[in-house]
Each structure stands twice: as C-alpha cells, then as structure tokens.
C-alpha cells in the first residue's frame, strides 16, 4: 500500500493517475476519481470559511450519501478530528459524549433540529450545487499529530469513549491489515470489485473498510435504505463481484433469505462478518447458503483488526473468531494482569504499532474493563486462546454475571441461542445481585416466534441448566445504538420494567 501524509492525498492521487476510474456510486450517480477529488476540495475550502481549523473535533451525524463521504474526508483534508455519529444518535448518552469529546460542530441533516450550544450545520440537497462557488484546495500538512479521526466505541454496555487516530496511524492500520483483507478479497492490485456500503460510517468496521478501498482505488457503491429486507437482497444480488461487510444480525437477516439449494449471492466477491461473534452454525451456514468466500473478522475501535476467520478455517473452528493477526501482540490474562494458559478465559489485552495508546473517556480502571493500562489496551472482553492459536470470545467483561456463585457468560448463551432457525437475536443480561441475581434472555425471533418453554429447553440442551436463563422475553424489535449495535442499556431497563410489571401483577 502507498504511503502518503494526509490520508486523502490518496484520493487525489488516483485522481491524476486515473481520473476516469469510478470512485463513488449511490442514488445521485457516480461521481470518478477526479470528479471526487474536486468535490473534496471545494468542500475543503468551504469548511475553512466556517472557520473550522485543524485538531477541531468536528461532529458529523448524517444518512450514508456522496454528500456524506464527501464532506467527512473534506473534513480530514483540512486535519479536523471528524467523529462520526451515527444518524439516530440523541439522548443523554450522546450529549455526554459531544461534551466528553468537546466537539464544538456537529453537521446534520433535515429535518434535524439544532442540538443545545453545539453548532450545528445543515447539509441539504442543495450542498452540492453550493460547492460550485468555491475554488481550489484546503490541505492540511497531516505529518503534525492532529488526529484524521476519533472513532467511537460501540456504547453498548455505556457512554461511548474515543480512539484518536491520526492520518499516520490510520494509514499504518490499513497497511497492516492489507494481507488479510487481501485473502478476504476486501482489495485487489486491480481496482475491480465494488464495495457495497450498508451500514453507518459511525461502525468503525464499515468505515475501514470504506477507507481501504479508496487508498487502493476501488469502487464505494452507497446502498439506500430499504424497507424490506427482500429489496435490500435484490440490491445486493444486482452488484456483479460485489463485497459486503455485515453485523451479525444482518447475516442472520441474509440467512433468513438463503435458498434450500445453492447460494444466494453467487457472484460475490466475498462478504465479511464484523462486529459480535456470530453463532459457529451461522458460519457454516453463510459459506455453504451466502458464498463460499465468507470470512469473519474481529476487532475493534482501539486495537482495530485482531483475528481473521478465513473460509478454509471455518468447517473446523467455527467456534472461534480466528487467528490473531501477526501485526498486533494479544493475550488473555487474569484480574491482576497475569497471562493465563490456552483455553483458560480471562481479559483480553492487545497492543501494538496500531493500537490505542490514549483513550478519550479512559478511566484507567481495574478488572479488565475497557482503557488502556501500563501499556497495553484492554479491550473488555473476555476471551480464550486454545492449543493451536484460535481466539475464542465469552462476551464482554461487564456483561458477565455471576448466580448461585457460578459465572455465567452472555455471550456463549446468546450464541446458543441463535443457533435455533428461528432465532434473528438475542441478548442475555444479569439482573439484581447475590442470592437474587436473575439471568434473562431478551430475543428477536421469526413470527410466529417460539414459545419460551421451547426456548428454555432448547438452551438447556446446548449449554446446560447452569448457564440457561431464568427467564425469556420476547421482542419485535432491538433497541440499537448510533452505531447500528444493540443498545444492550437500553434492552436492560426494558427487561427491568417488565420484571417489576410482573412483580406489581403478582402482588395484586
């Protein structure tokens, strides 16, 4: 990969090497590389005339468009430290990170209402054409350390925290990553292939990804928003040696729609599973139903990729998130910092020439929460390395509970469950303490959802009474954060209120 000071002088490298070759696709159009380029520093010159100057923390909360794309590498262009939100960011949780991570502007779009003493800056249909009176190019010398980026932790468990990434940092992740995206089938020498955009560049996995391709001259197809999911796999299926990143929850929605026979993408590059460990079945599932080039890939705002599951993996350790890539040292240890042996779970730790050495938000705490401490970043979950190096994931370390003094993992028993066919998600939470401390599952399922009793004794079956919920819950919809990933705050206070409904009920 080429190495260049800012970030976007990639974009404008192609632009002079292949000014014809497509960079950007979505409901507008396309716009190639020298078109983009251009956009890009026009935007670039505009956002100086707001005022805005390099080691700002600029805000940006917008739907996935050309707009979007254009205005955030404007935004690195100039060496502002851009964060982004994702589109249904709001609430408490999100004031307090503007406030944590003293962002002073915050770009929106109708008919989104300006957000308390933040500036906030409409990007309408209208941007576009604006841009037309401004001339020339804002670049920023990036060799300085302003951060290009603050990305964002997921806030699934609580109040996101920021990873400062400057240009250089940035660009030595995505050369690290280079061979295992390569083995994917992320990039090519070749240019060929389009990257289908379908998730908020607030995910820190999608915007990766979307950067990888750029640096390397590839294609970024922007898919809409679609109604119903069928639209949205017609979508998919219209793009010829396609590639596709997914949460989980969207390959289990993609699993929904496999054919009894055959694959359902048959002309794709390759499809890459980020975010939560996917269920071992759902992997077999997705390379023999989805396409034979299905890889899994963990890793995450403050050590960024971790470990690659490759196809050729998958048949026997399903069961696991990869091998830990070559560029990062990773180990599991106990609550006092000791590494532990293979199989044995504990905190996982990482560090390396990519990862964070600073987080915004770091409380520097103890018991293996998230921060980065003595040098290295704990990550927050808890994990196990076996015999021959693959890494094992048990969920997050704030999430585990302990009842009647045995440990009991989420994860391991929201991965069981979504193992069932009709199973879209599921969340498993602790509640209360001590002798009272209760363990819930909150699922998604098909309709007609199964029934709780078939559900309790489906789970009994793959892990055992020990780790089986108390009780099963059953919802249409899971509440998501900015990011797209289950908001498992906002899943707890509902189980919580249904718990004390049923309490209140009973005493009447």
């Not at 941007?127 to 302003?146: I, V």
């Amino acid at each position: 990969m080429p190495a260049f000071p800012n970030l976007t002088d990639a974009i404008f490298d192609h632009a002079e090497k292949h000014p014809k070759l497509v960079a950007l696709e979505d409901v507008t159009g396309r716009l190639t590389y020298k078109q983009f380029a251009n956009l890009i520093g026009r935007a670039s010159v505009w956002l100086r005339s707001l005022g805005i100057e390099a080691g700002q923390p600029i805000g940006v909360r917008l739907t996935n468009s050309a707009d979007h794309l254009i205005l955030s590498l404007a935004l690195m262009r100039i060496g502002a430290a851009k964060v982004e939100f994702g589109i249904g960011s709001d609430g408490k949780q999100f004031d307090a990170t503007v406030r944590a991570l003293n962002v002073t502007t915050l770009f929106i779009e109708p008919p989104a209402k300006a957000i308390g003493n933040v500036r906030c800056i409409t990007i309408d249909a209208g941007w576009r054409r604006m841009l037309a009176g401004f001339k020339g190019d804002c670049r920023h010398d990036a060799e300085t350390p302003e951060p290009s980026d603050i990305l964002l932790s997921s806030g699934s468990t609580g109040p996101a925290k920021g990873v400062p990434c400057t240009h250089r940092m940035t660009l030595g992740r995505l050369a690290d990553w280079y061979p295992a995206w390569h083995k994917a089938g992320m990039v090519s020498e070749d240019y060929s292939g389009s990257f289908l955009l379908a998730s908020s560049m607030s995910f820190s996995g999608f915007l990766t990804g979307l950067l990888s391709r750029l640096v390397t001259g590839g294609k970024i197809v922007i898919l809409p928003e679609f109604a119903k999911l069928l639209d949205f796999v017609r979508a998919i299926q219209s793009h010829e040696d396609a590639i596709l990143i997914v949460t989980p929850g969207m390959c289990q929605e993609l699993l929904s729609c496999a054919p009894d026979e055959g694959l359902l993408f048959p002309d794709m590059r390759c499809i890459i599973c980020t975010g939560t460990p996917l269920p071992a079945q759902a992997k077999r599932d997705a390379i023999r139903s989805l396409t034979p080039n299905f890889t899994e890939m963990y890793g995450n705002a403050g050590a960024g990729l971790v470990a690659a599951l490759y196809p050729e993996d998958i048949p026997g350790h399903a069961d696991s998130v990869g091998r830990v890539l070559s560029t990062v040292a990773v180990e599991v240890v106990d609550g006092d910092g000791r590494p532990v042996g293979p199989n044995v779970a504990g905190h996982l730790r990482c560090k390396g020439g990519g990862v964070a050495d600073d987080l915004i938000g770091n409380s520097g705490s103890g018991g293996g929460l998230e921060g980065v401490r003595d040098g290295w970043y704990y990550s927050g979950d808890l994990a196990a390395i076996d015999d021959e190096g693959y890494l094992h994931l048990k969920g997050r370390a704030a999430d585990a509970v302990v009842r009647r003094g045995v440990q009991v993992f989420p994860a391991i028993v929201e991965m069981a469950l979504m193992s069932h066919p009709d199973v879209r998600e599921a969340v498993v939470l602790g509640i209360g303490q001590g002798a009272d401390a209760q363990v819930v599952a909150v699922v998604r399922a098909a309709m007609p959802p199964p029934e709780p009793k078939a559900m309790l004794r489906y789970c009994i079956d793959q892990v055992g009474n020990a780790q089986t919920p108390n009780h099963f819950m059953l919802v249409k919809e899971m509440p998501r954060t900015a990011a797209g990933k289950i908001d498992r705050a906002k899943v707890k206070a509902l189980v919580v209120k249904e718990l004390e409904g049923v309490r209140r009920r009973a005493d009447t």
